[in-house]
């Protein structure tokens, strides 16, 4: 081998002096594919990595307009994103009724709903997103001790009751969809329940969502078999037979 290029499998230069020519060049094409396969993890792993981001894997589907600010409740301030279509951003009567996300958690950001501002993009609905007090950029002091100096953040009602409420009076929305994720499920429908004012409410699309706490741990957890029923039945099956035979030690149980 005196020369070979990923770029260009057809640069392998060997002499092969009983082959015709054509299969020394199909011969040489696939070397050089081989060859590529093999050195291409080791020369991935000598670069440094770059993080993939929700914009590198979702680029925007046209000009998005951003903007954000802070709204403070009971001393923290809760931070917010607005993402309104470039062509709709100084032209907010034609608005259609803004889309305000509910991230997961507890705890969670709003970073991984990210990709939702392309509704922005589909229609003429402005997007909000916003950390919930304590998550993301809602921080609170460094010296805080939640259940001493914030016991309200230990209770759902206050993110359904009192903190989105509050959002939704800071940036005077008469008219708006609810969109939970996760734990922002919870949160939406007690908001809908439970809070003092949801005339403005024009919707509601829970994403994964949990309505009732004791079902939903029922269906992940039994006395008998722990977790178990949460996996594929196949799974389950498996993992049954093989425990009947007492083969703890077999690779397939520790594969499972």
């Keep these: 081998v005196i020369f070979f ?3 260009n499998p057809n640069s392998l230069k060997v ?5 015709p020519a054509i299969i020394q060049e199909t011969i040489m094409f696939r070397i050089t594919i081989l060859l590529c396969y093999l050195i291409s993890p080791i020369i991935a792993t000598s670069q440094e990595f770059k993080q993939w981001t929700c914009d590198d894997m979702t680029p925007n589907l046209c000009p998005l307009s951003i903007s954000s600010g802070y709204v403070s409740i009971r001393g923290i301030n809760i931070k917010y994103w607005r993402y309104k279509s470039y062509n709709d951003a100084t032209s907010h009567e034609h608005l259609h009724q803004p889309i305000i996300a509910l991230h997961g958690g507890p705890s969670w950001p709003h970073n991984y ?5 392309q509704l922005a993009c589909r229609g003429d609905n402005e997007v909000i997103f916003y950390d919930q007090a304590g998550c993301g950029e809602s921080t609170l002091p460094p010296d805080a001790n939640v259940t001493v100096d914030y016991p309200h953040l230990l ?3 206050y993110y359904s009751q009192e903190e989105l409420p509050r959002l939704i009076q800071h940036l005077n929305l008469n008219a708006y969809h609810l969109l939970g994720s996760s734990w922002g499920t919870i949160l939406a429908q007690l908001f809908t329940l439970n809070a003092d004012n949801t005339t403005g409410l024009a919707s509601l699309t829970l994403s994964g969502p949990v309505s009732d706490l ?3 741990i029922a269906a992940q957890w039994n006395t008998q078999d722990g977790s178990l029923g949460s996996l594929p039945p196949y ?3 498996r993992i049954h037979e093989l425990e009947n035979k007492h083969e703890y030690d077999s690779a397939e149980y520790d594969a499972i």
């Design 155 to 157: 209770d759902p009602s």
């Design 113 to 117: 709903m990210l990709p939702l501002k």
């Design 5 to 7: 290029s990923c770029e």
């Design 235 to 237: 799974m389950q099956n």
């Design 214 to 216: 004791q079902s939903y």
């Design 15 to 19: 002499k092969f002096h009983t082959v």
